[in-house]
């Protein structure tokens, strides 16, 4: 069982690992996964949900505004951790809207 926490706390992904049978672990392993490069514990892979990301997303989506026809996605495009299907959903969203845009290009 994983349960993914991409909206708080310090981890991603929270793992339960029943009947696991390895030489050093008898039972049930939990694992965390935090979204750090090990080399450098300040320095997260993916943004953060904290204050600081929070407010440089909103003012990267300002400044993006400003720029007629740009249009951002997935994991780094929306500045947070996005599970992979989430992420893909999100951009089959994204590609409809555009494809009916096209389409019809006054349906805006």
């Known amino acids: 069982m994983k349960e993914n926490r991409t909206d708080a706390g310090n ?3 929270d793992g339960e690992w029943p009947w696991h049978e390895a030489d050093h672990i008898k039972g049930t392993a939990l694992t ?3 979204p750090v490069t090990p080399e450098n514990p300040e320095h997260y ?3 953060f949900p904290d204050l600081h990301n929070a407010k440089l997303y909103r003012r990267y989506k300002k400044l993006a505004s400003a720029i007629p026809d740009v ?3 997935g994991r780094l495009g929306e500045y947070r951790y996005l599970d992979m299907d989430e992420a893909m959903g999100r951009a089959f969203i994204l590609a409809e809207k555009i494809m009916n845009n096209r389409l019809n290009p006054t349906a805006k």
């Open 11 to 13: 981890t991603t992904r």
């Open 32 to 34: 965390k996964e935090v």
């Open 45 to 47: 892979e993916y943004p």
């Open 71 to 73: 249009l951002f996605c």
